[in-house]
């Protein structure tokens, strides 16, 4: 029955997103003893209960990251490292306990851990795998399980230089052979979103908060109608593999919150290290977030001149994430050749095994795909040609509608704005440079989608006092509505149906590895005979060209 499936399903995902929670509340537990000093119960105008989660992804990520140096993650001391990273959330878990207030078991946390996530994991009866998850995302995973660090491993497969934090949490789970776990990963994101705009409307007493979540969720309501049907830049539950929303949605939140904190000039030690983590985490899985750093320079140097922190201060406080961002980096030297993979500029031509050039061309094909504007058309052509792929002049037409309706919405039920203009600049130019950025590097909708967001929650931010009050009921159903339109109707449709899942192991897949095959290259090395998809065959090669491997102590060097 369907109801046994979407059991195991959430029961799973239930599992998944409590042991990320004991993995951040580790962190927070051993912090204190660390530098003795008490973690404050809400941080970036978040409780710290939902921060908890979160963070430990980016542990429980990062520290996969970084065993893998030495180790694959198949290994069986990966399990063991894994399982350690809860153990200081146990041995605190009667305190825990004790903490907990089982009379909070209302309807808010109904709505918060069953209902929304219920949704959600409802997606997985009709979620497929991206493209990209056959074309380079599996077979990078299948290669972090089954070797540490390679050097020049971009040789094996040029794409898997663009891999991102994703991959190595990925790699790991693949010990649930159904694989929704890799889905689960967006989910949990998504899921934070919702317990983020939750806690705004319902529990915070900060207005800007509540307008920006109040606009951000009339705004997801606005998704499911327009031209085409619909689709205005908001979230989306994206292919397996495909980590933009994620992006979008942390954009999003570190936009707000910064934001926010500028306004008020106050920010925590605890709150610049947190933020900075974030930041960071944000260029881990995907470079194109990375306009983010805009807004936090100007809150670092309102601090400064402020004389709230001074520099120095600000350097200690940001030393951790500075040797994490080290060790990122030299990985990616160590694998692409290349500070920033496949920007071309930034590659150093002294190893052997890196192919003189190979990284401009890599970097022309990425561009060359996304459409972005590069000054060989006239700007009015290009918008004509890149307006029509992918569904882009769709999009943004509906985003230039909501946005209009959203404005007169404000102007009708809110009373004037109490931003400073100097804050409104700085809101503005923001989402003026984040557009910029889109148009010369991607303007594809699914890289808009925090800058889209954050545009909402913006005209919500220039929004005073709400002229009628809006009920706690009120806010509920407008959650739970926004969250059951996220889900498509063909995932309601198979799940009432129990139709058979679309996730499956690919390395056991009877179509992938005998009905469509490879193609033998060498004695080592087979090709896909189906397009450029290898999945997760180690064996593989989408470049068909021949790799040979040498060794530097514990490491191999790849070379074609």
Known sequence: MFIISFLELFIKYVIFYIYLYLVGRSLFVIVPYLNKNKIDNKLLYVNIDILYPLFGFIIFGNGLFIINTFLPIGSIYVVIFVVLLIIPAIVKIKLFIRSLNFKKLNKKFLLYYLAIPSLLVISTFDIAFNYDAGYYHLLHQNWLRNSNLIIGMVNIFWPFGMSSIYEYVSAFLWFDTSFVLLHFINLFFIHFFYLFLGQNIIESNNKYLANSSIFVLLFSLFD????????????????????????????????????????DSNITNQEIVIVSFLL?????????????????????????????????????????????????????????????????????????????????????????????????????????????????????????????????????????????????????????????????????????????????????????????????????????????????????????????????????????????????????????????????????????????????????????
């Open 224 to 263: 499911n109608f327009g031209l085409g049907g619909g689709r205005n830049g908001y979230i989306y539950i994206q292919g397996v593999t495909k980590q933009d929303v994620t992006v979008g949605i942390l954009f999003f939140f570190l936009a707000l919150v910064i934001f926010l904190k500028i306004k």
């Open 280 to 560: 960071f985490f944000i260029y881990q899985i995907k470079v194109s977030g990375v306009l983010i750093v805009y807004l936090y320079l100007i809150l670092l140097i309102n601090q400064i001149l402020k004389k709230r922190h001074n520099f120095t201060e600000l350097i200690k406080l940001n030393f951790p994430v500075l040797i994490l961002a080290i060790s990122w980096i030299l990985k990616s030297v160590y694998t692409t050749g290349c500070l920033i993979y496949p920007v071309n500029i930034t590659c150093i031509e002294v190893f052997d095994w890196y192919i003189d050039g190979s990284t401009e061309s890599f970097e022309g094909i990425t561009k060359q795909a996304s459409l972005a504007f590069d000054g060989t058309l006239p700007f009015l052509e290009w918008m004509q040609i890149a307006g029509s792929f992918e569904y882009r002049n769709q999009v943004f037409s509906n985003f230039l509608i909501s946005i209009l309706i959203l404005i007169f919405i404000k102007f009708t039920l809110f009373k004037k704005s109490e931003i400073k203009n100097s804050l409104k600049f700085v809101g503005l130019s923001f989402i003026f440079f984040s557009l910029l950025y889109l148009i010369y590097f991607g303007p594809i909708p699914r890289y808009a989608v925090g800058i889209c967001i954050f545009s909402a929650s913006f005209i919500g931010l220039l929004s005073s006092d709400r002229k009628h009050k809006i009920s706690n009921n009120f806010a509920f159903v407008l959650l739970f509505i926004s969250a059951l339109f996220l889900v498509r109707s063909t995932a309601y449709s198979a799940f009432l149906n129990n139709n058979e899942l679309k996730i499956f192991d690919p390395r056991t897949n009877y179509e992938i590895n005998y009905e469509i095959g490879f193609e033998k290259l060498s004695e080592d090395w087979v090709a896909p005979l189906d397009a450029d998809q290898c999945w997760a065959n180690i064996k593989c090669t989408a470049s068909k060209d021949i790799i040979e491997f040498g060794n530097a102590g514990i490491f191999k060097i790849a070379y074609k």
